[in-house]
């Protein structure tokens, strides 16, 4: 069985493809959010899943929030932690306490559009702007820099006529995101990876 904590910050969509998905071999044991009204918690409660609130801004130093953030995923003996829109930077201690243990879902074909300042509604505002005819999602480990980390999978989503960002958002989270997410944590899980 393997031990999952999801990090979200915002509406969970992916948190949901998750737990919709009942993967075999995976428990769902922790979602955390940094965003204390993040309908992502309710997801979670409403899926009997432990929810907790951790943000950066009830401790005094930010050093003191990655080091308590690790402590409570260990606490829980989490072997997979899948940041799910979760907009806080990952330190490089929760990098190192974690080992190829952290993946993230970034929603477009990495390595375009990904890096400092590419996410949410910003990272398909670039795909539009450039006039990419086909973008889509990346599911990827995380290491210490910001979407550079090894790719595990990948989903292409073709742009249409007339797209507006939060058009093309919605269409990669359904036919991309919420595939490819799944699908990670379940090779993960049962040994798909090599
Ligand atoms: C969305 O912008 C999604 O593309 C990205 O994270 C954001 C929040 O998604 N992966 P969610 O609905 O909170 O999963």
């Known amino acids: 069985m393997l031990n999952v904590a999801v990090l979200v910050s915002g509406g969970g969509t992916n948190l949901q493809a998750i737990i919709?998905?009942?993967?075999?071999?995976?428990?769902?044991?922790?979602v955390i959010s940094n965003n204390k009204k993040a309908y992502a918690l309710?997801?979670?409660?409403?899926?009997?899943?432990?929810?907790?609130?951790?943000s950066p801004k009830d401790y005094e130093d930010r050093e003191l929030f990655h080091e308590d953030l690790i402590k409570t995923l260990q606490e829980h003996e989490i072997q997979l932690v899948v940041l799910a829109g979760f907009l806080v930077?990952?330190?490089?201690?929760?990098?190192?306490?974690?080992?190829?243990?952290?993946?993230?879902i970034h929603p477009s074909l990495i390595p375009s559009f990904c890096g400092k300042g590419y996410?949410?509604?910003h990272v398909h505002e670039a795909a539009l702007e450039r006039g990419v005819k086909v973008t889509g999602a990346t599911v990827h480990?995380?290491?210490?820099?910001?979407?550079?980390?090894?790719?595990?999978?990948?989903?292409?989503?073709?742009?249409?006529?007339?797209?507006t960002p939060e058009i093309l958002q919605k269409r990669v989270m359904e036919q991309a995101e919420w595939v490819i997410?799944?699908?990670?944590?379940?090779?993960?899980?049962?040994?798909?990876?090599?």
């Open 20 to 30: 919709d998905a009942n993967i075999p071999n995976v428990d769902i044991k922790l």
């Open 42 to 54: 309710e997801r979670a409660k409403n899926a009997g899943i432990k929810a907790l609130c951790l």
């Open 89 to 104: 930077n990952i330190s490089p201690k929760m990098v190192q306490a974690f080992p190829r243990k952290i993946i993230n």
């Open 119 to 121: 996410y949410g509604l």
């Open 141 to 163: 480990y995380v290491d210490e820099g910001t979407d550079t980390g090894p790719i595990i999978l990948q989903k292409p989503v073709m742009v249409e006529k007339g797209d």
């Open 181 to 194: 997410l799944p699908k990670a944590i379940e090779m993960i899980a049962n040994g798909g990876l090599e």
